[in-house]
C-alpha cells in the first residue's frame, strides 16, 4: 500500500477546522483528485452530552481529570488508526479535520497529566504531508462558536489552546493560513498550498 496525501487542519476550536476540511475534500474530488474528509475528533460533544444528561457540567466532571484524557486520547487514536487504514487501502487524497497535535494541545491548554504518554504513542502515527493552521484570533473564535449555536467556549480556553498550537516543537513546520478571514478567502489560501501537493 502506498501513503496517501495526507493534508491536515488543525486550530482552536472555531477556526472552521472543519468547515474548510470537508469543502477542500470537495474541491480536490470534484478537480479530478479523489479526497476524503476524515474527522479525527475526541468525542468532547458526546461526553459533554452524556454529562449533562446525568447532571454533571462537562465529560472532565463526569470521568475525572484522569480518566477523561486517557478515554478522549483512545477515541482520537482509534479514529486516526481508520483514517490511515481507509486512506491507504483507497489511495485517496486524506484531509484531516485534527491530527496527534490536537490532542497534546488541548492537554496542555487543560492542564492534564499523562501528556509524556500520550506524545510517545501518538508518534505511531505518520506525519501527514502538510499541516496547515488556521491561525485564528481567540475573539473570533469564540464568536464563531457562539454563532453556531452547539456549545461555548471561554476566551481563556481558547487563548490557552493558540498558545499550546504555537509552542508545539512542531509548529515552526506548519503552514500558517489567516482563519479570520472569510470562508472564501480560507479556501483559497488552502487551495494554494495543496495544489503542488496533488498536482497529477
Not at 468547515?19 to 468525542?43: I, K
Not at 486517557?70 to 482520537?76: F, K, M, N, Y
Not at 490511515?84 to 485517496?92: A, E, K, P
Not at 504531508?129 to 467556549?153: K, M, N, W, Y
Amino acid at each position: 500500500m502506498t501513503r496517501p496525501v495526507m493534508i491536515a487542519l488543525v486550530g482552536v476550536d472555531g477556526s472552521g477546522k472543519s468547515t474548510q476540511a470537508r469543502a477542500l475534500a470537495r474541491r480536490l474530488t470534484d478537480a479530478g483528485v479523489p479526497a476524503s474528509y476524515f474527522e479525527n475528533a475526541g468525542g468532547r460533544p458526546l461526553w459533554n452530552r452524556l454529562a449533562r444528561a446525568v447532571g454533571r457540567r462537562d465529560g472532565p466532571a463526569l470521568f475525572g481529570r484522569t480518566l477523561y484524557p486517557a478515554l478522549e486520547a483512545t477515541v482520537r487514536a482509534l479514529a486516526m488508526s481508520r483514517t490511515l487504514l481507509w486512506s491507504r487501502l483507497t489511495g485517496r487524497t486524506a484531509v484531516l479535520d485534527r491530527w496527534t497535535y490536537c490532542q497534546h494541545v488541548i492537554m496542555a491548554a487543560r492542564g492534564d497529566r499523562g501528556r509524556r504518554m500520550v506524545r510517545a504513542a501518538y508518534a505511531l502515527f505518520p506525519r501527514p504531508t502538510v499541516v496547515c493552521f488556521l491561525a485564528t484570533s481567540p475573539a473570533v473564535a469564540q464568536r464563531r462558536v457562539l454563532a453556531r449555536g452547539i456549545d461555548t467556549e471561554e476566551l481563556g480556553h481558547l487563548r490557552a489552546l493558540d498558545a499550546a498550537y504555537r509552542a508545539l516543537p512542531e509548529f515552526g513546520s506548519f503552514v500558517v493560513v489567516d482563519g479570520d478571514g472569510g470562508p472564501g478567502e480560507v479556501a483559497a489560501a488552502l487551495d494554494r498550498v495543496v495544489s503542488p501537493l496533488v498536482r497529477r
